[in-house]
């Protein structure tokens, strides 16, 4: 079979480790040649993945197409899928979920709970949401990692806002953050993960380090487990999807936002559960059975990024020290240059004591350091 990426980064790379296990020729469609996935396909071709004609003309030799990032054409997949090949999410799922305006009325639709919202399409409506405070304002499109996302807590925050379509959150005082991956077949059979819960690293708002199985209690838990398969069975979709929820301080549990696709938060389950989500997506799009969610054993999931301060060829600092650790697994992306606050790598622990997988973690947060000669 003919399989077809959009986008070359890390969860590209990945996923292409993964589809090593299967008899499948690899398509990559990515503007930067030196990109994560570049040499580790069977075709790479460089364009633009929001083109119409350049996604359409990759993805009409495929029998079947898939993402890794959101901000793609999404009428050049229609078309494809209107002439036969199959693709990962459905266009219209995707559609849905690519602007988080309509992400958020498709919740209210089919009775998700999600923090309350407002629609604003420029500042001027902003000024009108005074009494709506504390709330966060989110764009519609184009936001990610948490650019595109702006705390406003009082009056004077306002202007701080966006002045493009964008969605006014309620602020949601959150206990914990979690996420939950759901992998959908063709034959609309799920199965689902086990939940992740999430720190924050506060400088970047990028995820710190990431804990899985989340420790939730039974009734918390079976509430993620059931609203994370409701909005994910809502889409009429098949593929992988990363369910981000918030369980705030009563307990409630809210759909933050949703991506349909391979996820930063499951990268433990490379080695963490017995059928990662790389290796589940590939036997999705080659329609074969659903894996193994199980987690094998407990996990940290440490994210790699550039340090501050340093920006140019990236140097893997303390990588010895670390790789000297057990039960430890290092991934690097392949990104020859750094600069601060970009995804360069992840490291995984198992154990089953969660005190420890948490000393580990901050360990290797402390020992690995991507900087750079230059500064
Ligand atoms: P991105 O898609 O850029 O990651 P998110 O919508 O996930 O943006 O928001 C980034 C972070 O902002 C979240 O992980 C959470 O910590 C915080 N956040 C987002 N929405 C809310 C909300 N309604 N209330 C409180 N905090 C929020």
Known sequence: MKIGILGGGQLGRMLLQAGINYVVETYILENDEHCPSAHLCHHFTKGDIRDYDTVYNFGKQLDAI????????????????????????????????KNKIN?????????????????????????????????VHK???????????????????????????????????????????????????TTIYPPAEMVFDTRYNLLDYQLSPARLEKEVFWKVEAIALKVVRELKSPGIFAVELFVDIKNDVLVNEIAPRVH?????????NY??????LWRILLQLPLGNTVAIQPSALVNIVGEEGYTGKAIYSGLNKVLAL??????????TQTKPGRK?????????????????????????????ESF
């Open 326 to 335: 057990n039960n430890v697994f290092v991934h690097l992306y392949g990104k």
């Open 275 to 280: 059928c990662s989500q790389y290796d589940m």
């Open 139 to 189: 764009l519609g499109e184009g936001g990610y990692d948490g650019k595109g996302v702006q705390l406003l807590r009082e009056g004077a925050d306002l202007e701080k806002g966006f002045d493009q379509p964008s969605v006014l959150e309620k602020m949601v005082q959150i206990q914990k953050e979690i996420a939950v991956i759901v992998a959908v077949n063709d034959n609309r059979e």
């Open 66 to 97: 898939t993402i890794e990032i959101e901000s793609v054409n999404v009428d050049a997949l229609e078309q494809l899928q209107r002439e036969g090949v199959r693709v990962y999410p459905n266009p219209a799922a995707l559609r849905i979920i």
């Open 264 to 272: 930063n938060s499951g990268h433990h389950t490379i080695e963490g």
């Open 344 to 372: 360069m790598g992840h490291v995984t622990v198992l154990g089953n004591d969660y005190t420890e997988l948490t000393h580990t973690a901050h360990k290797v947060k402390n020992i690995l350091q991507v900087v750079s």
């Open 103 to 135: 992400q958020k009325q498709f919740y209210k639709h089919h009775d998700i709970p999600t923090s309350e919202f407002k629609i604003t399409y420029q500042l001027s409506d902003l000024l009108s949401h005074e009494n709506f405070l504390p709330a």
